[in-house]
């Protein structure tokens, strides 16, 4: 079975540009989240959607980034304009359901300049 | 005060040694108490689930939770060199059990 899938793995970019992370879940996972995790930090829940719907996007900061799953399979979490602070790993997690195991993928490393 | 505390480590012991892994929380409304290793990079993978209070083993991995402490522990047998990850502890409640507040993370060393 495959597992979840991001791109890219790395991104280097300079402040206030613009940046874009895709995420294909596990086939049939009904539930995707994004977490944030800063160096020496563990992850922190970004947004939690359920199908195409969101569920939890508490501490997502809305300002700057927003986070779509058309059709509810893929997802794409972005960020604009980007600052230092969002440096980090970008870690997408799938779920069959709320209650269930999450699987996470193998995050993309973000470095803002 | 963090809803989550994990003493951040590093943490080298030799190859055989028991290793006890160890988390606070402060959130009474945690049922759901869970372990993750992360490899360096790599996604957390779980490694134990635990359902409110209790003991529960697999393999060379014991999980602990006292509820009435806010505490939670998880102890390695006879450590391996391949056992070297972070480890995150993890937690939830009822009312949103797939939001996940991690720890920060211990790193392991285990050395040969």
């Known amino acids: 079975e495959a597992g979840v899938a991001q791109s890219p793995r790395y991104k280097i970019i300079e402040k206030r540009q613009s940046v874009a992370f895709w995420c294909n879940p596990i086939s049939g996972h009904a539930t995707l989240y994004w977490y944030q995790q800063i160096l020496g930090q563990g992850p922190k829940l970004l947004i939690q959607f359920q199908n195409n719907g969101v569920v939890d996007d508490s501490q997502l900061p809305k300002d700057r980034f927003s986070a779509e799953r058309l059709k509810g399979v893929d997802s794409t979490l972005k960020i604009q304009p980007a600052k230092l602070e969002d440096s980090a790993v970008y870690l997408c997690?799938?779920?069959?359901?709320?209650?269930?195991?999450?699987?996470f993928g193998p995050g993309t490393r973000l470095t803002v300049l | 005060q963090k809803e989550v505390e994990q003493d951040p480590g590093p943490l080298s012991v030799p190859e055989g040694a028991i290793v006890s892994l160890n988390c606070t929380y402060s959130n009474s409304a945690f049922q759901y108490f869970m372990w993750y290793r992360q490899y360096s990079r790599k996604g957390p993978e779980l490694l134990m689930y635990t359902y409110s209070s209790g003991n529960k083993e697999d393999g060379r991995f014991t999980a602990q939770v006292d509820k009435s402490s806010k505490y939670i522990s998880l102890f390695i047998r006879d450590s391996q060199p391949s056992d070297s990850a972070t480890y995150l502890c993890?937690?939830?409640?009822?009312?949103?059990?797939?939001?996940?507040?991690f720890g920060q993370g211990t790193t392991l060393q285990v050395k040969p």
């Open positions: 993890a937690m939830s409640s009822p009312s949103n059990t797939g939001k996940l507040i």
């Open positions: 997690a799938s779920s069959l359901g709320g209650n269930y195991e999450q699987f």
